[in-house]
């Protein structure tokens, strides 16, 4: 096999969880742009419907099913749904996020505890769910955020009404990558690998002063954009990382490390 070839996702079946959203369109493209056979999942299938045609017409083949992360139940028939249709699932990507604390900080504790139930204990079931039907050499791929790495930086936010301090995305991502661990050694027997990426900031208009502060921040001066997660979303769901599972990854133009 050439180097070009291992990237390559001709014949594998992926799932890719919450996949209408800032993030999720961009992975949705960048497997099924490598030819896998992609499913894109979430409750609200209008949406996500909308988004698998313009990649169907685009020629990429994009399915779009409903499942709500909340609900085991769900969950599990998403996973049969797939194997009906498809025999198999080879790649798994973890994008859903709920978001459910829209007072920050002050938000009440059933708000807290509703995250917990579709962010935490969702995400351990749909891994549960689709690790354990998956064959040699699977690929789960978690999308975390440098906010499971490193806390708010306060100075961001002065001169606007933007704050960073969302306790339970903190919490989710911060254990996301604690349980990618996990995970890669529970399925390494299996030849099934866990990684997870840790996406910095997506430009979407922000406040000017937030943006600069942000882009300073950096090592190359920018934010994310549309397409700057497609490399490694590939390269960790082909073969050209089979020796690499149990990894943290940030994606953030070296925001993290400065």
């Known amino acids: 096999m050439s180097i070009l070839d291992a990237f390559s996702l001709k014949g594998k079946v992926a799932l890719v969880t919450g996949g209408a959203g800032l ?70 990507i973890n994008n859903s996020v709920a978001r459910t604390l829209k007072d920050g900080w002050q938000s009440p504790a059933s708000a807290f505890e509703e995250s917990m139930r579709i962010n935490a204990t969702g995400l351990f079931l749909i891994t549960r769910a689709v690790g354990d039907v998956m064959g040699d050499g699977g690929s789960i791929i978690n999308i975390g955020s440098i906010m499971g790495l490193i806390g708010p930086e306060p ?62 921040h950096t090592m190359l001066g920018r934010m994310a954009n549309e397409t700057d997660l497609k490399g490694i979303i590939v390269f960790l769901a082909s073969d050209a990382s089979a020796y690499i599972t149990g990894t943290n990854i940030p994606v953030d133009a070296g925001y993290t490390a400065k």
Request: net charge negative; charged share 25%.
């Open 23 to 92: 993030y999720g369109r961009q992975i949705v493209e960048a497997v099924a742009e490598a030819e896998a056979k992609t499913y894109v999942a979430s409750r609200n299938l209008k949406a996500l419907e909308k988004s698998a045609e313009e990649s169907r017409q685009n020629g990429l083949d994009v399915v779009a099913l409903q499942y709500d992360q909340g609900d085991e139940a769900s969950i599990l028939a998403l996973r049969d749904e797939i194997i009906k249709r498809s025999g198999k699932i080879d790649i798994l």
């Open 155 to 216: 100075a961001n936010y002065k001169g606007t009404d933007m704050n960073g301090f969302v306790p339970d995305y903190f919490f989710n991502k911060g254990g996301m990558a604690s349980l990618t661990r996990c995970v890669a050694s529970y399925y390494g027997e299996k030849n099934i690998r866990c990684n997870c990426i840790h996406p910095g900031g997506f430009y979407t208009g922000q406040p000017e002063p937030f943006v600069e502060r942000y882009c300073e």
